[in-house]
């Protein structure tokens, strides 16, 4: 008689489920040992202060753990309004949003990014953006002589989520506001789906918001922030 296999997967998931159900009724997280995150309102979250940026617009699934140290998109709540403030208007006088979608190589699961980028002849505010939020700063030389050589200031995903997420309600133009929005659902899952090597294995629900997501960018993209109807 040959026995049945049970999947190492399914078993872990098993595992998981019953661990986070008995933390909660100690009312510790539900991911690990800590105690639950309490808001100012004084509700009381079911993660720790560690993971309640890591929670998911919808309930993450069994069996799969997200990438560890995932930035929080309230990692920038505690800044100064007038630094807030400054940085929104350089953003939006001088860089780039950008909320973008497009297919993975296998052409069949939908792949949202999203990045935030200032470019200036100036190092000093660009260097004030690196200081502030972190992300990559580099020096982009020109080949024209007449030119001055650029400073660029890049950040990405959860990092763009959390930098769009506070200066949001700073921004005047509603493209920009559109586009910030964008960017703070798309890096809000980062991190919870698959990579394109294991996209089948993705729950329906995290495909269709993929593609949801995918195809708002698109529409921002190609009408100029004007969704497709």
């Keep these: 008689m040959r026995l049945k296999r049970e999947h190492s997967q399914a078993r872990s ?5 019953g661990w986070s159900q008995r933390n909660l009724a100690l009312g510790l997280c ?3 040992r800590r105690p639950r995150a309490v808001l100012l309102s004084g509700h009381v979250l079911s993660r720790c202060e560690f993971h309640r940026g890591r929670q998911h617009v919808v309930q993450p699934f069994y069996g799969y753990s997200p ?7 309230s990692a920038f709540s505690n800044l100064a309004v007038p630094d807030l403030a400054y940085a929104a208007g350089l953003i939006e006088g001088e860089g780039c949003i950008m909320p973008n979608s497009g297919k ?14 200032v470019a200036m002849t100036d190092e000093e505010p660009i260097k004030w953006l690196y200081e502030l939020f972190g992300g990559n ?26 930098v769009m997420a506070v200066l949001l309600r700073f921004f005047q133009t ?30 329906p629900e995290i495909r269709q918001l993929l593609r949801k997501l995918s195809e708002e960018a698109g529409a921002w993209r190609n009408d100029r922030g004007i969704p497709r109807r």
């Design 13 to 17: 998931a098993t595992l998981k489920r």
């Design 30 to 32: 539900r991911a690990c």
């Design 67 to 73: 990438p560890k140290g995932l930035l929080s998109l």
């Design 104 to 117: 993975r190589s296998n052409r069949i699961s939908w792949r949202p990014y999203c990045r935030v980028s």
């Design 137 to 162: 700063m580099r020096p982009r030389p020109t080949k024209n002589p007449r030119h001055k050589d650029q400073f660029h200031w890049e950040v990405g995903g959860r990092r763009a989520g959390a």
């Design 174 to 203: 509603t493209r920009r506001k559109h586009a910030a929005a964008l960017v703070v659902k798309i890096s809000s899952i980062t991190g919870w789906w698959k990579s394109s090597a294991h996209s089948g294995k993705n729950p």
